[in-house]
């Protein structure tokens, strides 16, 4: 089974947990799209659902297949969000971003009943952090955000590189408007202590770790998919 296909057997055990008449938050990333054309394929039959994208890039996937569309303001309580991520450790805390829609993604899981998380097992991990952290920040004071995130993260044992994320030849922008800067750590022993520093810098508008936000998650591998429950 190749990385594509892993991906789509996650997706469709993800289906199985969508009821008809769902107000469903839906993410964003290759393994989240696969879920999106499979979900068409229901509606295309029949099935109701109304869906709220966490980037502009799902946006037009959904828009492009048929799948309807609400905005959070429309909708801003979900019954089920499905998302993929970039790390998943065994209690389910999550690194995302990779593709730059950490902050609506965010949002839309924290108005969620649930958030189930789609991915193949190349993506579990023992300790978060291998993947770099994406960090989305404010335009204004860059450099000294920048700064501020180097000496909090230093506070606690970590240090790499910072990179500010581009795109063709000039900075990756978000939807929102905001940079991203990629940090190596490497290893994130305690990832709540960097979470509550890295929300303490005014120039931080979000990082990557989401903790205790996954209710499931649906890890596919060559035998096919199975289900993480999040012990809290
Ligand atoms: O967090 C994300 C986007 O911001 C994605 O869910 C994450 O990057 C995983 O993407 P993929 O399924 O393509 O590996």
């Known amino acids: 089974m190749d990385a594509r296909e892993m991906k789509i057997k996650a997706a469709e055990a993800a289906l199985t947990h969508v009821e008809s008449g769902m107000r469903l938050g839906i993410g964003t990333g290759s393994t989240a799209e696969e879920f999106v054309r499979l979900l068409a394929e229901k509606v295309a039959g029949g099935f109701r659902v109304e869906g709220v994208p966490t980037s502009e890039r799902t946006a037009r996937l959904c828009v492009e297949l048929g799948v309807p569309l609400k905005s959070l303001d429309e909708l801003p309580e979900l019954d089920l969000?499905?998302?993929?991520?970039?790390?998943?450790d065994s209690s389910l805390r999550l690194v995302k971003?990779?593709?730059?829609?950490?902050?609506?993604?965010?949002?839309?899981?924290?108005?969620?009943?649930?958030?189930?998380?789609?991915?193949?097992?190349s993506k579990l991990v023992e300790t978060l952090g291998r993947f770099p952290l994406p960090i989305e920040v404010n335009p204004f004071g860059l450099v000294s955000t920048r700064i501020?995130?180097?000496?909090k993260a230093a506070r606690l044992g970590?240090?790499?590189?910072?990179?500010?994320?581009?795109?063709?030849?000039?900075e990756f922008t978000t939807d929102g408007g905001h940079?991203?800067?990629?940090?190596?750590?490497?290893?994130?022993?305690?990832?709540d202590a960097l979470s509550n520093e890295l929300n303490s810098i005014p120039g931080v508008v979000?990082?990557?770790?989401f903790l205790n936000m996954a209710s499931l998650a649906i890890i596919?591998?060559?035998?096919?998919?199975?289900?993480?429950?999040?012990?809290?």
Not at 158 to 170: A, I, K, M, V
Not at 179 to 191: H, K, M, V
Not at 206 to 209: C, D, F, I, K, R
């Open 81 to 88: 969000t499905v998302d993929g991520a970039d790390e998943i």
């Open 97 to 121: 971003g990779g593709g730059g829609a950490l902050l609506r993604e965010k949002i839309v899981a924290a108005a969620s009943d649930r958030v189930i998380v789609i991915a193949d097992e």
């Open 148 to 151: 501020a995130i180097e000496r």
């Open 158 to 170: 970590l240090t790499g590189g910072l990179t500010l994320r581009q795109s063709g030849d000039g």
């Open 179 to 191: 940079y991203i800067i990629d940090a190596s750590f490497g290893r994130i022993p305690d990832a």
């Open 206 to 209: 979000e990082h990557g770790l």
């Open 220 to 232: 596919a591998g060559p035998a096919g998919a199975r289900t993480l429950q999040a012990n809290r």
